[in-house]
Structures are given as C-alpha cells and as structure tokens.
C-alpha cells in the first residue's frame, strides 16, 4: 500500500509565501507523474501543477510564474513553492502521484489527504 503525506500548508497573508512537501511511502512501486491539485469551497478540484520523472512540468495559467513544481525522485518527494499568493489561492491542496506497482506493473492514481492553504488579504 501507498500513502502520499502533504506538509507545509498555513496561514499567510497575500504577497507572501509557502511551501508544500509530499512524500510517498511504501513498498514495491515506481513513481511516474507527480502533482498538485486543489479544492476551494463549493469548487470542483482543479489542476496546480504537474512534474514527469524526469522533470517536465506543467502548470495551471493561474499560477504560472508565480508557483515553482519540483521533485526528488530518490526522497520521493515532490514540492510547491507557492509565492505571491493571492487571495483567490486559498483552497485544500493534494498531492497526487501516479504510481506502478512494480510487481503487479498495475497503475494508479494516489491521493494524500491534503493541507490548508488560507491567504489573509
């Protein structure tokens, strides 16, 4: 079984800065797409950012320029910088991580449990 852990969620005031860490934790699997999603109040989950095993990113038009996705492979971490957050980037934010299972080579998507980001205007 694999469980995805979200850290670094918080209380910030617009203009400011926050860092998301997720760690991955297991036994017999390969991580392929690392991401992060999130979810404000009354809002469908949508996509923040996305990072490939080799470093390829993707990002929603709303945070780019402004969020940074990177990953350690060998910690089975993936990160979000977050800087000059708005108002508007107060949501739960996931991490999600689409995983094989190296014995069964079955894939799938994995969630943590998510962490709270509020922006004070």
Known sequence: QVQLVESGGGLVQAGGSLRLSCVAS??????NTMGWYRQAPGKQRELVATITRSGGTNYADSVKGRFTISRDNAKKMVYLQMNSLK???MAVYYCN???QNIVTMTLRDYWGQGTQVTVSS
């Open 26 to 31: 297991g036994s017999s699997f390969s991580i």
């Open 87 to 89: 108002p508007e980037d």
């Open 97 to 99: 991580a689409r995983i």
